[in-house]
T-cell receptor, first 112, second 113 residues
Framework: SQQGEEDPQALSIQEGENATMNCSYK?????LQWYRQNSGRGLVHLIL?????REKHSGRLRVTLDTSKKSSSLLITASRAADTASYFC????????????FGTGTRLLVSP | DTEVTQTPKHLVMGMTNKKSLKCEQH?????MYWYKQKAKKPPELMFV???????INESVPSRFSPECPNSSLLNLHLHALQPEDSALYLC????????????FGPGTRLTVL
């Protein structure tokens, strides 16, 4: 069953603008991760935030996690055309080992 | 080597065929995964292997048969598939002992005629 819902489903912006994607989930988690996927190819891990963390940065990426609201957001600053991709949140469940359940995804289009 | 490789990249098969997908990693990861992804949908977990043992089978039909011959290799044997099984099949690996990121291969695009 699907754990995460993401919004918006699609986002279209201009280069240089910021892009924000939101993820909501349903059950207790160990961690939440964000992945990028280009054109139906393999997924690339972007960032992992653990349940006891509230904010994390990596380059132009900023992720927040609010476990009380069961939600997370991914901010991409100063976007580039190369950021055009689908972005998925994935929750690492407390099952005893690493099992990821992916959200519905956000399709981001960055125009030059 | 931080790469997960998958072969073949594309596969077209009839409903009576038997074929196999192959996945390989040399990062020393002890957990390996198979996911199925339909167009414009998120990946869905199929199987998890931990230390070469099947740990999770997400109620996948028996026409999909996973195999983990050693810690670097993961196979998915396909037999008597249906057209609705057409999808992108993704392999991934991760460290076993900690909750960590998964490394994905590029996938095999499967078409069942």
């Amino acid at each position: 069953s699907q754990q995460g819902e993401e919004d918006p489903q699609a986002l279209s912006i201009q280069e240089g603008e910021n892009a924000t994607m939101n993820c909501s989930y349903k059950t207790s988690i160990n961690n939440l991760q964000w992945y990028r996927q280009n054109s139906g190819r393999g997924l690339v891990h972007l960032i992992l935030i653990r349940s006891n963390e509230r904010e994390k940065h990596s380059g132009r990426l900023r992720v927040t996690l609010d476990t009380s609201k069961k939600s997370s957001s991914l901010l991409i600053t100063a976007s580039r055309a190369a950021d055009t991709a689908s972005y998925f949140c994935a929750t690492g469940l407390n099952t005893g080992f690493q099992k990821l359940v992916f959200g519905t995804g956000t399709r981001l289009l960055v125009s030059p | 080597d931080t790469e997960v490789t998958q072969t073949p990249k594309h596969l077209v098969m009839g409903m009576t065929n038997k074929k196999s997908l192959k996945c390989e990693q040399h990062m020393g990861h002890r957990a390996m995964y198979w996911y199925k992804q339909k167009a414009k949908k998120p990946p869905e977990l199929m199987f998890v292997y931990s230390y070469e043992k099947l740990s999770i089978n997400e109620s996948v039909p028996s026409r999909f048969s996973p195999e983990c011959p050693n810690s670097s290799l993961l196979n998915l044997h396909l037999h008597a598939l249906q057209p609705e099984d057409s999808a992108l099949y993704l392999c991934a690996s991760s460290h076993r002992d900690t909750y960590n990121e998964q490394f994905f291969g590029p996938g095999t695009r499967l078409t069942v005629l």
